[in-house]
């Protein structure tokens, strides 16, 4: 994450609602703003603003590149699922800006956020104290590794990107897929050629459809 100079935190917040292509072609007039870094913060503002509103009023927030942007909850979204949850902890395994979890964290004591891109966890641990979520610990790692190792928690979120930097469907929605075990716990399942691994467990798992599983339920692997 970058770190922005007094001179370019003060651009952002003249030009955040100019068109950011404009902007960038000013660069010359402006030598003491990185006009790079607050082009990417601009455009991010500008999506925020409607998309998560909170976050765009609150004075601070960092913003990523615009895929990450793009693929993000939007605020409405992140607060109905978070309607659905609340307990003692929680750990959201497919991180990614962190907007579900900025929501769903405030219905609990501690929570666990977990993100294997350093980039969204340097922005996640610059901007959750900022929304006034300190009970949210940030890991940067794999999620179906994390998985592996984790303490059982009450609630654990999934809801991993459906395409990669290229626009390619991501392997990790269905490595991240979860299917209930016969025991009566809620357990993760990576898919691999040789079957599944059983790892971690919770008492409720919410999945990217919105729908709240319990271990009396049951669900299909993905294929």
Not at 29 to 43: E, F, L, R
Not at 84 to 95: A, H, S
């Amino acid at each position: 994450m970058a770190i922005l100079s007094p001179d370019t935190w003060q651009f952002i917040c003249a030009h955040r609602t100019e068109d950011v292509r404009t902007l960038a072609l000013q660069a010359r007039k402006y030598p003491q703003v990185d006009m790079a870094a607050a082009v990417v913060q601009i455009a991010g503002w500008q999506i925020a603003e409607k998309k998560v509103p909170l976050w765009a009023q609150t004075e601070g927030v960092q913003y990523p590149a615009h895929l990450s942007m793009e693929q993000c909850s939007s605020e409405i979204t992140a607060r109905y699922k978070a309607s659905w949850l609340q307990g003692d902890t929680m750990t959201d395994l497919t991180g990614g800006l962190g907007v579900d979890c900025s929501f769903l964290a405030r219905n609990f004591r501690k929570v666990d956020y977990v993100e294997r891109q350093e980039v969204l966890c340097e922005l996640a641990r610059h901007n959750f104290p900022l929304l006034g979520l300190p009970q949210v610990t940030v890991h940067c790692a794999d999620g179906v590794e994390y998985l592996q190792k984790m303490e059982p928690v009450d609630c654990l979120f999934l809801d991993p990107a459906r395409r990669d930097s290229q626009g390619g469907k991501s392997s990790g929605y269905c490595r991240l897929r979860t299917r209930c075990a016969e025991t009566g716990t809620v357990a993760g399942r990576e898919r691999t050629h040789g079957g599944g691994e059983t790892f971690a467990h919770a008492r409720h798992l919410f999945f990217p459809a919105g729908v709240e599983i319990h271990p009396s339920d049951s669900c299909s692997s993905c294929e």
